[in-house]
Structures are given as C-alpha cells and as structure tokens.
C-alpha cells in the first residue's frame, strides 16, 4: 500500500526541540519532492517546508525559517523535520506530503493541490 506514515510528535516546553519522522511505504521516496505542512486549532492548513527528492535543495516559510531544518535519508525511505526552539504558536498537527511534480527551481511549492499524497498528522503541542 502506497502511504505515509509521520510520527515524533508529543509535548514539549517553549524553547525545547523535537525531530518529526515521515516514513514512506509502497513507494521509493527518492523519486519524490517532499514538504511538511502543519494545521493549527482553528487555522488551515499552512505549508512549512520543502526539500527536493535529492535532499540538497529546501525552502521554509517565513514563519519557521531559522528554527526548523527539513532533511530526508532516502535509503531508509524517511523525510525529517528537526523542530528546534518551539514556541507556543508552534502547536499544531504536522503532517507530511508528495510533491506531484518533478521540482524546478520557480515552481511553487506552498499549495496544497501541488501534493498527491498525504500522510495523517503527527499532533505538537508546546506548553509549559
């Protein structure tokens, strides 16, 4: 079965770091762009984070630029999102998405029908 499956989520402090995994099953994750997005209580969906299928090129949202790393180990099928220096207005479920296309350096990353695959959320919550 073709899915994505992220996990790592919990609770964490302000100011405390986690590491999110997006596993990959059914399908070589080498061949595919990847992005996180995230959806807060009461907001939409807001992308965060893209990296091309070869790891080497990523873009980030204003909002989480500096305080989040994206990476992916295509050998063991995995995309990452380190989440470092939390803040409440981090709390959200993450989730992970398959970029449709073959990535360019233009193309737009940030909207959602740009994705044919999803995976469920994994639920941040920031607090003390």
């Known amino acids: 079965e073709v899915q994505l499956q992220a996990s790592g989520g919990g609770l964490v402090q302000p100011g405390g770091s986690l590491r999110l995994s997006c596993e990959a099953s059914g399908f070589s994750l080498s061949n595919y762009g990847m992005s996180w997005f995230r959806e807060a209580p009461g907001k939409g969906r807001e992308w965060v984070s893209f990296?091309?299928?070869?790891?080497?090129?990523?873009l980030y949202s204003d909002s989480v630029n500096s305080h989040f790393t994206i990476s992916r180990d295509n050998a063991k099928n995995v995309l990452y999102l380190h989440l470092n220096s939390l803040k409440p207005e981090d709390t959200a479920v993450y989730s992970c998405a398959r970029y449709r296309h073959s990535y360019s350096a233009g193309q737009v990353v940030a909207p959602l029908d740009q994705y044919d695959l999803w995976g469920q959320g994994t639920l941040v919550t920031v607090s003390s």
């Open positions: 990296i091309n299928k070869y790891g080497g090129y990523s």
